[in-house]
């Protein structure tokens, strides 16, 4: 099958970017240019900065002594203990050497001042947008892949028991997902977000509840007609228990389905997270959200700076788009009518 895969051109490209942007994420405050926690450090004098912008500062000398942390969790959740910054006056993006010959301008930025360079520009509040679209990415990721994994494991229980007893089990579960199936999918994800709150884990479970019909959909069909194999009926007569049937003879034969519907939902996770945050029942601010990034710059798309909503909304775009190829190329590779 991995010989197959890197033929796919579909697979390779989707996966490569999905690869580079988990990469990006996992390192998270290591890589960011702001290193405290939810990249949040708040700049007036900084705010709505083009791309490219490098502004001068210096840092306020902190005599008393600081709580040690590990390194690991400086990685992780940010650096609180980050010295204040205090940006040069009137003029925070002049250089504090100019005039000066090449060398004594190092020495001095260097030695006296810093400097830092908005490469994707700065907010309103001057918060750096390359360190929240960076730590972004770490929250829309792990969003999309619990909510995957929840999903994906709720909906196969639910339809292998939908498929293998039949019966009234089979009618109730077919009446749930009939139920959930007709509500359109943000509408459930709205309605369990405005009864659970606003919060990390509350966004979680609203989306992993909200993707789960799919999967149940699918799997229930494949049992309902897996069962009637000779190997199901074997297994039967043989004596063995409903659940060892369902889960060592059934549920392997589902492995291609389960593979291509776990790529989907993750980006129906992904952009379900992203949705919620642009109405405002996303992830608790300042906690970066893509999706909350583009509602609170929405206002400059007819203004100069209509890159503060673009940006998150291209990535959106992007990471969807990626895991949605892969789930191309998985499909073409594992649909039998494609295999010589």
């Known amino acids: 099958m991995w010989k197959t895969l890197k033929k796919s051109r579909l697979f390779l490209g989707g996966a490569g970017i999905c690869l580079l942007l988990i990469l990006v994420g996992t390192l998270g405050y290591a890589i960011t240019p702001d290193p405290t926690p939810n990249a949040n450090q708040i700049v007036p004098e900084w705010s709505n900065l083009a791309p490219g912008t490098t502004v001068y500062y210096s840092v306020a000398s902190t005599t008393s002594e600081q709580e040690t942390v590990p390194q690991f969790l400086h990685w992780a959740l940010g650096n609180a203990n980050t010295p204040k910054i205090i940006p040069i006056k009137d003029h925070p993006t002049a250089n504090p050497g100019k005039g000066m010959n090449t060398e004594d301008s190092i020495k001095m930025v260097d030695g006296v001042f810093h400097h830092r360079t908005f490469w994707l520009g700065s907010d309103r509040f001057g918060r750096d947008i390359l360190s929240r679209m960076i730590i972004g990415a770490r929250i829309s990721l792990s969003i999309g892949f619990l909510a ?176 949605n190829l892969m789930s191309m190329g998985l499909r073409d590779i594992l649909d039998p009518y494609n295999q010589q």
């Open 148 to 323: 995957m994994l929840v999903s994906i494991v709720l909906g196969t229980i639910i339809g292998l028991c939908a498929g293998y007893f039949g019966g009234r089990v089979d009618a109730f579960f077919s009446w749930l997902i009939t139920v959930f199936w007709s509500v359109p999918t943000l509408l459930i994800a709205l309605g369990l977000s405005m009864l659970l709150g606003k919060g990390y884990y509350q966004v979680l479970l609203a989306t992993a509840l909200s993707t789960w019909v799919e999967v149940a959909r699918v799997v229930r069909g494949q049992t309902l007609q897996l069962k009637q194999r000779e190997f199901v009926l074997a297994a039967k007569i043989t004596g063995f228990s409903h659940s060892r049937i369902m889960f060592k003879h059934i549920l392997p034969n589902l492995k291609g389905s389960l593979t291509v519907l776990a790529t989907t939902n993750f980006a129906s996770a992904i952009l379900l997270e992203a949705g919620l945050g642009f109405l405002g029942l996303g992830v608790s601010p300042p906690t970066p959200s893509w999706g909350m990034m583009v509602k609170e710059n929405l206002g400059y798309l007819v203004l100069d700076n209509s890159y503060l909503a673009l940006i998150p909304g291209v990535a959106i775009m992007i990471l969807v788009m990626s895991f």
